[in-house]
Structure formats: structure tokens, C-alpha cells
């Protein structure tokens, strides 16, 4: 997995290209979602029994948390909330499956099948090398962004 600096730095650029502000948190909790309910149970339960979460980090579990997750939201803010929380979970298994590791670990396809897939373009510690440019690129986004709003707002006065 990319580190979940990348994942949420990759997810916040894409969000401010691309998408009205609103649901912004609610979309890089997607993009953190898949590793956090998988990675914390490995802490909480018995060794031997963590492959109960495996199937959480797909496309299809991941569908079946964020629906879930959204019923935590009043009716009318469900829908927007459960777009934001899937597209975002999706976009962390499609980063995860660029990098390679030792073995392919990503069952895309489960329950229908247990193969594995990978894209494997870069190694599972080479997003940690990138974690300053990530922070650079966000700051330089956000202050673009903002300075693109200034120059509008004043221009409407
Ligand atoms: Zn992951």
C-alpha cells in the first residue's frame, strides 16, 4: 500500500480539480478507509484469524462499508456521502495496485474469484520517498486556488 500521506495528497488533488469542496473530508476518509478498518484489526485480534478482514479491502467490501457508513448520515446527505466515501475507497485500491510486492495481494475480484492482481510500477516504500512533494504540491494547489479567488472576488466588485 502507499503510505496514507499519498494516498490522501493524491486524493486531495484530485478532490480540488475536480469537485466542489463540501464532501472533501468525507472523500479522503475514503481514500484512508480500506488500510484503516484492515490494518487495525491486525492489532486487535488473534494472529491467524486477520485474513477475516482481507475481503474489506476490495471493491466489493469496500461497497458494502462505505452504503453501511453512509446510514450514519441523515437521509438527504446518504447518497452525496456514501459517492464520496466509494469513489475515494476506490481510489485507494487503484493506487494500491500500482505498486508491486513480494507476492500480488490485491483480490479486485473478490468474492467471484480469489486471483490476485497487481500493476506493480513502483515498489510499496517508494511513496514514502515522495511524502515532501506530496505536501509541496498541496500547498502550492491551495495557495494557487486561493489566489485564483481573491482575484475573481475582487474582480466582482
Ligand atoms: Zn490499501
Known sequence: MPDLVTHSGVAYLIYKLFSRR?????F?????????ITRIPYFLVESGYDWLFV???????MTLVCLWLSYFFEECER????????LGSLLHLGMD?????????HLLLFPFSLKRYEIALFSAEASMYIIPLWLILIVGVELVLRYRGRTINAGRH
Open 22 to 26: 463540501r464532501y472533501l473530508i468525507i
Open 55 to 61: 475481503p474489506l479491502h476490495t471493491p466489493v467490501g
Open 28 to 36: 479522503l476518509a475514503g481514500t484512508i478507509l480500506p488500510d484503516v
Open 97 to 105: 495496485l500500482l505498486q508491486y510486492g513480494i507476492i500480488p495481494q
Open 79 to 86: 447518497k452525496p456521502v456514501f459517492v464520496n466515501l466509494w
